[in-house]
C-alpha cells in the first residue's frame, strides 16, 4: 500500500518568503506528527494532530511555524517569513491508533533551503 | 525528562563481521524503544521496536537489538554486515508522558561497512 508521501521533495526559497509543506499520510492513521531535521542530528518533534487537532505543537520553534490538517488528513505545515536558520529536512510520519500499531511510518522528507 | 544517546557518531566494520551499533535511554516509566535507519534521500524506515516480553527483539533485515533494564541500553546488532547496511541509524523513545507518543530521536550513527 502508499506509504508516507511529502510534497515539495525539495524547496528553495529566499529568506523572508512563506512557504508550505505538504504531508499525505497512510489512508486510515489518525495520528500525524511533523519532525525537523537538521544536518548533522536526529529528527525533533514540532506538532501532533490527533484527527483535525493539534494535540501538541510545543516542539513549534516560534509564531512563525503553524501547521494545519483541516479533514483529519492531509496536513500543511506553514513557515512564514523564513529565515535562513529555517533550512533543514522536514519530516512528516503517521500512526494508526490500534495498540499494536506503536511505531510511526516517515515520509521521505521535504528538503528546504532558505537563502 | 527522556533522552537517548548515541555515543557513536560513526561506526566501521568490515563485510561479515558482526556490527554493534550502541543506543541508551534515559526515561521515567516503561520505556517503547525504536531504531530506525535512513538512507540518502529517503525517509526513515522502521527496523524494530521494544515495547514489553523478550529483551531480544528481531527486525528486519536480520538486524536486532538487546533491551537491557540495568544498563538503560538498546543496542542495535547483526551477526554479520552486508555492505548494503551502510547508512544512518537513529535510535528512538517514545514519550509515554504527554499522550502524544512522540519519538525522541537520539543524534545518529553512520554505519560504514566496508568490502
Known amino acids: 500500500g502508499a506509504g508516507v508521501s511529502q510534497t515539495p521533495s525539495n524547496k528553495v526559497t529566499e529568506k523572508g518568503k512563506y512557504v508550505e509543506l505538504r504531508c499525505d499520510p497512510i489512508s486510515g492513521h489518525t495520528a500525524l506528527y511533523w519532525y525537523r531535521q537538521s544536518l548533522g542530528q536526529g529528527p525533533e518533534f514540532l506538532i501532533y494532530?490527533?484527527?483535525?487537532?493539534?494535540?501538541?505543537d510545543s516542539g513549534l520553534p516560534n509564531d512563525r511555524f503553524f501547521a494545519v490538517r483541516p479533514e483529519g488528513s492531509v496536513s500543511t505545515l506553514k513557515i512564514q517569513r523564513t529565515e535562513r536558520g529555517d533550512s533543514a529536512v522536514y519530516l512528516c510520519?503517521?500512526?494508526?491508533?490500534?495498540?499494536?500499531?506503536?511505531?510511526?511510518?516517515f515520509g521521505p522528507g521535504t528538503r528546504l533551503t532558505v537563502l | 525528562a527522556q533522552s537517548v544517546a548515541q555515543p557513536e557518531d560513526q561506526v566501521n566494520v568490515a563485510e561479515g563481521n558482526p556490527l554493534t551499533v550502541k543506543c541508551t535511554y534515559s526515561?521515567?516509566?516503561?520505556?517503547?524503544l525504536f531504531w530506525y535507519v535512513q538512507y540518502p534521500n529517503r525517509g526513515l524506515q522502521f527496523l524494530l521496536k521494544?515495547?514489553?516480553?523478550?529483551?531480544l527483539v528481531k527486525g528486519s533485515y536480520g538486524f536486532e537489538a538487546e533491551f537491557n533494564k540495568s544498563q538503560t541500553s538498546f543496542h542495535l546488532k547483526k551477526p554479520s554486515a552486508l555492505v548494503s547496511d551502510s547508512a544512518l541509524y537513529f535510535c528512538a523513545v517514545r514519550d509515554n508522558t504527554s499522550g502524544t507518543y512522540k519519538y525522541i530521536f537520539g543524534t545518529g550513527t553512520r554505519l560504514k561497512v566496508l568490502a
Open positions: 494532530f490527533q484527527g483535525t487537532g493539534a494535540a501538541d
Open positions: 526515561v521515567s516509566g516503561n520505556p517503547y
Open positions: 510520519a503517521s500512526r494508526g491508533v490500534a495498540a499494536s500499531y506503536n511505531e510511526q511510518f
Open positions: 521494544y515495547i514489553t516480553g523478550d529483551n
